[in-house]
């Protein structure tokens, strides 16, 4: 049964994606305003039509920690639920992400058109200074940055090296850090058939102030942070099928 629920669901998304990609498309000319609505249309819809196919619910909680201006947003990335989650709930952002992602049918070309940080994860330096120029830029108009700092998507479970990316860009563009710690990939996993009922834990950590700080210093306590809410959601099974994950390190 669960097998044909996640069936269904991708049946669904198949259907929905290439609509709302057009409608983003055909409201491009008219400012990014159009394409931010209907990709949190999108969004809004794949999170409904996963509870109601998939039994996938989630809950929120840290709303409070959210500032009225542009921040860096650190979060882990374990699967696809959080880029689903981010346009449904925050305020406008951008992604910084690999940019062979632009290039998938209807949801790259509608991704395209929000203003990403598209990066080559093969050009290092490049992709950095890529990060923090256009990212002070993005800043700069009062938008979010989201930054997955493990630069990949990491199993629950598991850690990955953080970049100090996060920090470093906030500092420079002299705005706070917000870290996000979730649980999307022990229900959410790779895979067209990955889904499992159950509830993901979302929390949105406390404002880390950057001023007169080393940007190494503020990623460290959001890495810090984010493990630490990882850590005490740790008894989480991965799913009711599998045997959880030991928590350990990734190695890229």
Known sequence: MRILRALIFVLAQGLATPVYALLMILSAPFGVRGPRYFAGAWSRLMLVLARWICGIHHEISGWEHLPSGPFVLVAKHQSAWETIFFPAFLPPHVFVLKQEILSIPFFGWGMRLLEPIAIDREQRREAFQQ????GRERLSRGLIVIIFPEGTRVPYGYRGRYAPGGGLLAVQAGVPVVPLAHDAGRLWQKGMLGKYPGTIHLSLGPV?????????????EAEAWIEAELERWSHQPAHPWRRKHKRGSVIR
């Open 131 to 134: 990060v923090l120029s256009q």
């Open 208 to 220: 880390l102030s950057t001023e007169g700080r080393e940007g190494i210093e503020v990623n460290q």
